[in-house]
Structure formats: C-alpha cells, structure tokens
C-alpha cells in the first residue's frame, strides 16, 4: 500500500470516528488499520490521532493534516478522472443510504437499469428510516425527502415529494366523509413518528390555512406499515403521493378533502460538501433525476 493509500486510510478513520468502523468500512482488518495508521505517523514524525482503548481523537497536527490531504486526495481523484476516458466503462462501488419505503417500492426497477448500462459497478444499499451521518459512516450518497438545513452537504433535488390525505371506503362508510378541515378532529389518524404526526397545516380552496389536531390510533415509523393500517380501516393517513398511490388507484383508499393542499417536500441526493464526486456518482445522481423529474410517474398516475 502506497502513501496516497495511507493517506486515505487515514481520512476514513477520521470521518468514522474510530479505527474500528473504519476497518468495516474499508474492509480490512482492524490490525491492518492501525499499522497503515501507525506508518503515516512515523513517516511523518508526529501523532496525527490520539488513541486510547475506547476513544479516537484528532491531535492539533492531525486536524491540520487532514484538512490538507482533503484537497489533495479530491485533487488526485479530478486529475485522474479528466484523463480517464469518458466513454471508458463505469468502475467501482456506489454506497447509498435511502428510505426504506421509497426505496422498496421505486429504487429497484432504476437501480436494475442503471447496473445493466453499467455492468462492473457494484451497489452497496442501506435500505433504512434512520438517519445517516454520510461521511461518518462512508457513504458516497443519501437520498433524503426532507426540508434541508445542513450547511456541511451538498444536494441535488431528484423529484418533489407530495402529500395527500386518504382512507379506506370502510373507514369513511363508518366514521363519515369530512366536508372540512374542522372536521378532521373527529377522525383516527395513523401517523408518522418523528414527524409532524397530528400538526399538519393545511391550506383549503381558498388559501386558508388550517392547523386542526388529527388524534393518531397508531403511530409508527415507516410509511409502508401505516399504508396497511390505513387500508385495514384504522384511521385516516396524510402520507406521499409515491407511497399510496397503487392503494389509490385499486380502490383500497379514498383520497379525502382534495381540494385541500398540504406542505410538500423534495427527494434529493446529498454528498459532502467540498468533496470530488467520482464520475460514477455523478452518473447515477443525472439518471435519477431524469428518471423521476418533476412531475414523477406514481403523480401523473393520480
């Protein structure tokens, strides 16, 4: 293993916090890490990371080393990439965090297509709800449906993210059909945890606004599961467009109040900010976006 090697084994125990979820990341052994890590450091001639059984932390040389080999590494990867044929084929692995709903129900037949135009990538998935720390935990990209606020990453938005409020025939037979947003306060609710659960504003016909409380019957964290509660008849769901919109068009749910407007949000990829995005990555970010656009398929279906 070269200098630049050492170098970017060094960066990755940095952004993970610790040697440990480094040598998982990289896959190589623990033993491995620390001797690459140890190298550097007497090649360099100072403690870059101060050690100790159960904590890991940057010394004031290794801060000022790592915001140096940043550029550098970043810098390599452009050259190489310029120079590197265009029409060469896609190498390498893409790690991605996404949601698990929409990736289950949307993320599938894309990344199918994509690999079969670039048959030597590999894909590396994290289908989860949580909340991923993408340079912690080394991933290239997240897709989050999300109002972004973080000043450290980077974005580009995929597709908008629509909400509509829906229940199914038997529910509405049984409890009635609201005529207004008032009436919402006499419902049952499945609703997201974590989220805005009960406290969404909602804009009527004629742009004003409501803020009713939606006592919730069940509340969970995943939006496929409250898909099911809903259609089982337990309540009334606000959920996305990409979520119900099969449930919509079989009849299993009844879209309600729809000529009420509620908060919409956006997918997009992020990366890290100030990072060189490999052309691979570059690649797979432009075909989602096309894919999907902005008037994506589940909402042209409805």
């Given amino acids: 293993m070269g200098q630049l090697e050492d170098i970017q084994v060094f960066i990755r125990v940095v952004e993970a916090g610790g040697i440990s979820r480094a040598a998982d990341q990289l896959g190589i052994a623990k033993s491995a890490v620390s001797r690459r890590l140890s190298e550097l450091e007497k090649r360099l001639g100072t403690r870059l990371i101060s050690r100790t059984t159960r904590t890991s932390n940057l010394t004031e040389a290794g801060r000022s080393y790592y915001q140096q080999v940043l550029k550098v590494v970043d810098q390599v990867a452009e050259i190489e990439s310029e120079l590197h044929d265009t029409e060469c084929a896609l190498t390498g692995n893409i790690r991605i965090a996404v949601p698990l709903s929409f990736g289950l129900q949307h993320l599938g037949p894309a990344i199918d297509l994509f690999i079969k135009q670039h048959p030597q990538l590999r894909i590396d998935m994290d289908l989860s709800d949580r909340h991923v720390d993408i340079v912690e935990e080394g991933f290239d990209l997240a897709l989050r449906i999300s ?104 009849g299993d749910l009844v879209q309600v109040l729809p000529d009420c407007s509620w908060p919409s949000l956006n997918a997009y990829f992020i990366y890290p900010r100030n990072r060189y995005l490999p052309r691979r990555v570059r690649l797979l970010i432009d075909f989602m976006a096309e894919r999907y656009g902005d008037r994506p398929y589940w909402d042209q279906a409805m």
Avoid at 167 to 192: C, I, N, W
Avoid at 195 to 204: A, K, N, R
Avoid at 230 to 236: E, I, K, Q, R, V
């Fill in 147 to 250: 109002e972004l606020k973080d000043s450290s990453i980077q974005a580009r938005k995929i597709c908008p993210c629509h909400h509509v409020m829906a229940a199914s025939p038997d529910y509405l037979a049984q409890m009635g059909v609201p005529q207004t947003p008032k009436d919402l306060e006499q419902h049952r609710f499945v609703t997201y945890s974590g989220g805005q659960s009960g406290q969404w504003v909602i804009t009527d016909a004629g742009g004003k606004r409501h803020n009713p409380t939606m006592p919730a019957s069940i509340v969970a964290n995943n939006g496929d599961f409250l898909l099911q509660m809903a259609c089982a008849g337990h309540g009334m769901v606000v959920t996305p467009t990409f979520i119900v919109w099969k449930s919509l068009a079989a």
